[in-house]
């Protein structure tokens, strides 16, 4: 089961997340091309669409997340320090099924300047 978690940088609330080489092992086979799209599960059980790409060319890959990461930032309200995690499950049910992925986002607790922590963060609630 692979994950990864981070903290938010400029960049990655801006154009695209940065993610660890590693955590490529874990998405659908790339099947020669240089990008995949997967679908992960927030904690509101949304699903969201990203596509990972790498380079075309040269020694280091450098992955990214950029089709659908925009759009999940800015809903989510993500800021420089909070912290995001993506990992890999599997069904209950069988080991045979195909994985699917979750996303889950943490905000930065801060107390007289100094970063304390990180909480859950939770989605706003929507009166009727």
């Known amino acids: 089961m692979a994950s990864f978690s981070k903290i938010i940088t400029r960049t ?13 092992e874990s998405l659908p086979p790339f099947h020669g091309g240089h990008a995949v799209d997967f679908q992960a599960k927030d904690e509101n059980a949304e699903v969201w669409t990203f596509q990972c790409s790498t380079r075309k060319e040269g020694r280091y890959k450098k992955p990214v997340l950029s089709k659908g990461w925009l759009r999940f930032a800015s809903t989510k309200k993500l800021k420089v ?5 993506f990992y890999e499950a599997r069904n ?9 992925y979750g996303v889950r986002v943490e905000r930065e607790i801060k107390l007289l300047g100094s970063r304390i922590g990180y909480a859950p963060l939770l989605s706003e609630i929507k009166p009727f």
């Open 81 to 85: 320090g909070d912290r995001i995690e």
């Open 12 to 24: 990655d609330t801006e154009k695209r997340l940065s993610v660890p080489t590693k955590f490529l």
């Open 92 to 100: 209950q049910s069988t080991d045979e099924s195909p994985p699917f």
